[in-house]
């Protein structure tokens, strides 16, 4: 049985896969970008709760984090397009079905990381905050 908030993060990267890069939760960054991206979704910090009493609810602000790669000769082009795809994703159900009370992503800091050999990257960090209620801290 899954937790509430592994259940919000496997909602989070169902959304994510269905974009047209690559999604994936967890891995190290792979040897090789594909042409239409990479994304890595991170668990993140659930940090502290706000909690109600009668009934008991935890308020979470949890701040996951999405790694976005590109890579190639249009990387400033192809890392808008991506960046961009992952914002009409997130609008268009900003409480993952109900799980979540709201879904915000902060902006982008990108970075470009030069690669031996081959095409630079183009990489960003893009924090996701999580806002959920649950009735129990382990749950």
């Known amino acids: 049985m899954l937790t509430f908030r592994e259940t919000i993060l496997a909602a989070l990267h169902a959304r994510l896969s269905a974009l047209p890069a690559t999604a994936l939760r967890g891995d190290v960054l792979p040897e090789r970008v594909p042409a239409e991206g990479l994304l890595i979704l991170r668990d993140g910090e659930p940090g502290e709760p706000e909690v109600t009493l009668s009934p008991l609810r935890y308020h979470y602000q949890h701040r996951a984090e999405i790694e976005a790669v590109v890579q190639g000769a249009a990387r400033e ?27 915000e992503a902060e902006a982008p800091r990108p970075v470009d990381l030069p ?9 960003a960090v893009i924090p996701v905050v999580l806002h959920y209620s649950t009735a129990d801290p382990l749950g």
Request: charged share 15%.
């Open 77 to 103: 082009t192809a890392f808008d397009a991506l960046t961009a795809s992952i914002g009409t994703a997130l609008a268009a159900d900003r409480t993952l079905s109900g799980l979540c009370d709201w879904v």
């Open 115 to 123: 690669v031996e050999g081959a095409a630079s990257l183009k990489a």
